[in-house]
DNA sequence: GTCAGTGCAAACCCTTTGCAGAAAG
DNA sequence: CTTTCTGCAAAGGGTTTGCACTGAC
């Protein structure tokens, strides 16, 4: 995924990421769909977290291209294979994270504001032994933060 | 809060008992009323996870005693107060914990069985620096597994 | 042409809300 | 008596579903 915002501005460029997009998302078993290539886009334009409200409107800007169902089962699906990161720190709402390398999250409780911890700027030592019969289906570090001057 | 499961059999001692989560509401600025006491008895019989549903449902096991709307008001209230802490695994649900002490979890994505880790069994060194203008408001570990026969 | 993917709207489910009645002090 | 709390039922909001249509190959 080496595709950056720069790259949009020039069309020619743009058709030939899409072709990237394409085989990339060939590579791990996905048909390529219209739809499908225009949200990997938008997610792998760079390391973001996103709401699947938030991918819609984006998806969408420029008149309608993709229907809430769709984006909701693109984004599973990219999670299921591996492409993005579900994060979970927010009752209302699921993010999605297009950074899949190891590392944590700030979670502002006030704003809703969702950022990344670099995986070495945080040391886990001591890693409990997995309950019998299970297996580590990745681990979720959250630093909840408020903004010092909001009321309680 | 000392109260134990094993109270709860003599009536005597339950009537007791009640006084003393009366008391302890107040100590922490909660109204006892007849639903916050009997919500809070079930909570901290023991350090438990439970869903605003499986609280529901126990405190109307004996007929109707308290309405979903007192729940859900009477949880975020206790979880305000710090009596009880919010984890957020579950995109479809939140879990309240009865056991405030520092701890961790794992959560079984299979099963949706949430278990303790204790915080001794895990050390968090290199912690990062929060961001300016910003306190801490909690610290969530979650390890994510997996029931090992399960299909992906 | 076939099968997988998409769109639409309705259904779902947990949670919140508005407001009248009940309880706490 | 006053203020806070509770109950009911309806509304909210993110997510899922059913099914006919469309697009990928």
Redesign the interface.
């Known amino acids: 995924m080496t595709y950056t915002h720069a790259m949009e501005t020039r069309n020619t460029l743009k058709i030939d990421t899409d072709q990237d997009i394409a085989s990339q998302l060939r590579k791990v078993g996905i048909t390529p769909t219209q739809q499908r290539v225009q949200i990997a886009e938008i997610l792998f334009a760079r390391p973001q977290h996103m709401s699947a409200d938030q991918v819609l409107a984006l998806v969408n800007r420029d008149g309608p291209t993709a229907s809430k169902a769709t984006i909701y089962n693109t984004l599973g699906l990219f999670a299921r294979k591996g492409l993005v990161r579900?994060v979970?720190?927010?009752?209302s709402?699921?993010f999605y994270d297009s950074n899949t390398t190891i590392h944590?999250h700030?979670f502002?409780?006030d704003t809703g504001e969702l950022?990344d911890?670099p995986a070495?700027?945080?040391?886990?030592?001591?890693?409990?032994e997995?309950?019998p019969?299970?297996?580590?289906?990745?681990?979720?570090?959250?630093?909840?933060?408020?903004?010092?001057?909001a009321r309680h």
């Open positions: 579900e979970i720190v927010d009752p709402k699921v944590h700030f502002n409780v950022t911890i070495d700027d945080l040391i886990l030592n001591n890693m409990p997995l309950p019969g299970t297996e580590s289906a990745g681990i979720d570090v959250i630093f909840r933060i408020r903004s010092r001057d």
